[in-house]
């Protein structure tokens, strides 16, 4: 799994409620608002995921939308691994989208941007990420 990813789900899993209850002035709460994940096989093992949401705190927290979504879709489509190969984030009127592409496969791909589906899916469950 990533940092990027770990230090996220570190802050779903707890930094959220610290910040309501004694974070600095000015603190808010993260209270992600999860608007779907529409997917696209684009050709073989090309995965196309488009996610958006509220209240993002920035491009980690679609990015990490986005490969929860990406997680549970290759255990669905039978395999375990994936690996990241881009995503692109926009915001609009306090809408926030991703537009990500994955490969997946049964084997550990190539690569510095690997994930391991169970275990990505298992922490994007453990803290509410949703899933495809």
Same mark, same amino acid.
């Given at each position: 799994?990533?940092?990027?990813?770990?230090?996220?789900?570190?802050l779903l899993a707890g930094g959220?409620?610290?910040?309501?209850?004694?974070?600095?002035?000015?603190?808010?709460?993260?209270?992600?608002?999860?608007?779907?994940?529409?997917?696209?096989?684009?050709?073989?093992?090309?995965?196309?995921?488009?996610?958006?949401?509220? !209240?993002?705190?920035?491009? +980690?927290?679609?990015?990490?939308? %986005?490969? &929860? =979504?990406?997680?549970?879709?290759?255990?669905?489509?039978?395999?375990?691994?994936?690996r990241h190969v881009r995503t692109?984030?926009?915001?609009?009127?306090?809408?926030?989208?991703?537009?990500?592409?994955?490969?997946?496969?049964?084997?550990?791909?190539? !690569?510095?941007?690997?994930? +391991?589906a169970e275990v990505v899916a %298992?922490? &994007? =469950?453990?803290?509410?990420?949703?899933?495809?």
């Open positions: 799994m990533r940092p990027a990813m770990l230090i996220s789900l570190g959220a409620s610290g910040c309501a209850e004694g974070g600095e002035p000015g603190d808010t709460p993260f209270e992600p608002d999860y608007k779907g994940v529409e997917t696209r096989l684009l050709d073989g093992d090309l995965v196309n995921f488009h996610v958006a949401m509220r !209240g993002a705190r920035g491009n +980690d927290d679609l990015s990490d939308y %986005a490969e &929860c =979504a990406a997680a549970q879709y290759t255990l669905i489509r039978g395999y375990g691994f994936a692109n984030v926009s915001k609009e009127g306090g809408l926030w989208r991703a537009d990500a592409v994955y490969t997946i496969s049964p084997a550990l791909p190539e !690569g510095l941007k690997t994930i +391991d %298992a922490a &994007c =469950a453990e803290n509410g990420i949703p899933m495809v």
